[in-house]
Every structure is written in structure tokens, then in C-alpha cells.
Nanobody, 111 residues
Framework: QVQLVESGGGLVQTGGSLRLSCAAS????????MGWYRQAPGKQREWVAT???????NYADSVKGRFTISRDNAKNTVYLQINSLKPEDTAVYYC?????WGQGTQVTVSS
């Protein structure tokens, strides 16, 4: 069983930046694929970015060039650097690995 805890969300103005963290514990392997997802009010949860154990990354078109996913395997932590925030980025952001989800962290972007 894997436990995931996200942090780093908050209220920012349009154009601002945040760095989200996801700390993992339990049965963790450095080869695990880690992903970030988000869910805006009234919308379905959507995939944002993925990073493999080897560091290969992939992004949703809506965040390419603004979001950067990274990982520190020694700390069992995955990060999501989010820049040039837009009001439409407002959502609860979740990390996921295998079948485990974190509780989410709220990101609110004011216009």
C-alpha cells in the first residue's frame, strides 16, 4: 500500500507560480510512474503530467510549457512546478501512483 500526501497549493494571482509536492511512503519503488491530475469544480478529473522512474515526462497540451514535473527518488517525492498560472488552472491537484491517490491540494488562481 502506498500513501501519498500533496502540499504546496494556495491562492495566487494570474501569472503567478506555485510548486506542488507529493510525498510518498509505504511500498514505494523508484521505478514507479508518478502522475499529477486535477479536478476543477463541476468537471471530471483530468490528467496533467506523468514522470517515469527514469525521468521521462509527458504533459497534457493545456499545460505544456508552463508546468514541469520532476522527482527526487531519494526523498520519494514528486514535484509539479506550475508557472504562468491562469484562472482555468483553478482545481484540486492530486498525485497518483499505481492505484493510490493523495487527498489533493487546492490551487486557486484569481483574475
Amino acid at each position: 500500500q502506498v500513501q501519498l500526501v500533496e502540499s504546496g497549493g494556495g491562492l495566487v494571482q494570474t501569472g503567478g507560480s506555485l510548486r506542488l509536492s507529493c510525498a510518498a511512503s509505504g511500498r514505494i519503488f523508484s521505478t514507479n510512474v508518478m502522475g499529477w491530475y486535477r479536478q476543477a469544480p463541476g468537471k471530471q478529473r483530468e490528467w496533467v503530467a506523468t514522470i517515469t522512474g527514469g525521468g521521462y515526462t509527458n504533459y497534457a497540451d493545456s499545460v505544456k510549457g508552463r508546468f514541469t514535473i520532476s522527482r527526487d527518488n531519494a526523498k520519494n517525492t514528486v514535484y509539479l512546478q506550475i508557472n504562468s498560472l491562469k484562472p482555468e488552472d483553478t482545481a484540486v491537484y492530486y498525485c497518483k501512483t499505481q492505484n493510490s491517490w493523495g487527498q489533493g491540494t487546492q490551487v486557486t488562481v484569481s483574475s
